[in-house]
């Protein structure tokens, strides 16, 4: 069995417009390092963080908490000291938080033999989230660990559907340099929405399944339409309906807000049609003289992997 692993922990796109904490997808050349190490003394240290100024205690850093909370279950007779090399920025909307609360359970599992299942790294990784967000969800949490597009059918008990991807999709994101908190950006939703926008909703939902299942890219793009959160959370960023507009106008599938944002995601059919989309966001937020970081990526259909 090893001592050490090195793994690459990929950003998330989670919500994917109408699936509010149950629907998201898996991104592919956007992600984390992380290098897990045993150590004879118990517990977890964070002994490295490259990348952004995070903290180092491991019961304030959420791959800490994620971590211990695993070896609490586990109660190895040894520990782990983790590095992280930290390339999505906090904050960004792209599934940060989850990345390293992800990232650190797996490592840790593979090192222990891997006695937990993805649903139950996913249980642990959600306390680590926890910390960031303020509430225990799996969104980001589960296409890290599973790979492609996933459904978030329980957190109580965890269920998590891996939905199939089409060949073609592609994802464009865009980040603008400004920052979101996920708990501002959930306070801001209301605690109440009218019957016929919940149905309108999950009908959107039940449709981007399908969509998925069948490889139908008409259906997917008319179900990527959120009425419940985008209408508040949008305000939070620059030119948001600009974004939106134009993309769809030159042909992306659908356009919304990644996570809690700033990011922006489009979805695309074929690399082309993508990289028109990236082109078409850099010119409105480059025109704003808003500084944002864009990427183009395929769906990654694995999710965390082992350098």
């Not at 109580?156 to 994101?173: D, E, G």
């Not at 620059?238 to 996570?259: E, M, N, W, Y």
Request: positive net charge; glycine residues 8%.
């Amino acid at each position: 069995m090893r001592n050490e692993i090195k793994i690459f922990s990929p950003a998330t796109v989670a919500n994917v417009s109408c699936g509010f904490d149950v629907l998201g997808f898996c991104l592919d050349n956007i992600g984390d390092e992380m290098i897990i190490k045993k150590t004879p003394q118990k517990g977890i240290r964070i002994t490295k963080i490259e990348g952004y100024d995070l903290p180092l205690n491991p019961l304030e850093n959420v791959a800490g908490v994620s971590a211990l909370a695993l070896l609490e279950e586990a109660k190895p007779n040894f520990g782990f000291e983790i590095e992280i090399y930290k390339k999505i920025k906090p904050g960004s909307g792209i599934g940060s938080s989850s990345a390293s609360a992800s990232g650190s359970v797996f490592a840790i599992n593979e090192l222990l033999g891997k006695p937990y299942n993805t649903h139950q790294l996913t249980a642990f990784a959600m306390k680590g989230e926890a910390l960031a967000s303020g509430a225990e969800h799996a969104d980001n949490i589960a296409p890290a660990l599973f790979g492609g597009f996933t459904l978030v059918k329980s957190c109580n008990p965890i269920s998590i559907l891996k939905l199939p991807t089409p060949a073609a999709l592609y994802a464009t994101i865009i980040h603008p340099e400004i920052e979101i908190k996920t708990r501002h950006a959930r306070s801001i939703l209301p605690d109440q929405i009218p019957l016929k926008t919940a149905i309108t909703q999950w009908a959107n939902v039940g449709s981007l399944v399908h969509a998925l299942h069948t490889n139908n890219y008409q259906l997917l793009s008319s179900a990527l339409q959120d009425v419940v959160i985008e209408p508040y959370r949008k305000t939070l960023i620059p030119h948001f309906d600009t974004v939106k507009k134009q993309t769809l106008r030159i042909g992306a599938l659908g356009c919304g807000i990644s996570g809690s944002g700033p990011s922006v995601f489009a979805l695309s059919e074929g690399l082309e049609m993508a990289k028109n989309v990236e082109k078409v966001m850099r010119d409105i937020y480059f025109r704003a003289g808003i500084t944002f970081t864009t990427y183009v990526s395929k769906i990654n259909p694995t999710g965390i992997k082992i350098l």
